[in-house]
């Protein structure tokens, strides 16, 4: 089975300086299941950067001899916000871009996990590290993923919650450390055990 990931900078793997984030640490785990692990994930996406490549993305790695899974793990990027509030990507379009998503991996395959949002810590975040006019809440976050939450359990899809994961870990506010990557490792292959067993 070939396993497609599509995602931002903490599917890409950002900052686990050790394995190279949770997929990388997916993937080293899939080998012994004869899955294919591809990570597609891009620092800076947002669901709408999803909707533009998965398409090409997904016809070039999907097999459709052994089967395909395809994760998505979009978001994050989405809840951002500027100084004067306006978020990168409004709770309506979010909902109609994962429902865009979801209806486009489901003509390849009925293996599809959402993961969830990760959890953000507000005292480093307000602004970010790398951009003075780029902000990121934990409330605001976590409205982003209850939305992702409910689609998911309204259409009984599969949903990997990481909102409870410890900030402790996050050391710029919003990526988690090598120990967090390996939890949501961790969890993500518990959720998709039935592809590959």
Known sequence: MNIIVLGDSIAWGA???SKGGWVERLKTHLFDYECFVYNCSISGNTSNDILKRMNSEIECRKDDIDGTGIIIAIGA???????GGKKEI?????QTNIRKIYHRAKKITDNILF???TPIDDKKTN???WDSNLNYSHSVTKQYNYILEIFCSARDISFCSLIDLKTKSFSDGCHPDEETHNEISFRVSNKI???YK
């Open 15 to 17: 900052f686990d300086h």
């Open 77 to 83: 990027n989405d809840c951002g916000f500027g100084n």
């Open 90 to 94: 409004s709770e309506e379009q979010y």
């Open 115 to 117: 993961v969830g949002l």
């Open 127 to 129: 602004p970010v590290a």
């Open 193 to 195: 055990e039935d592809w």
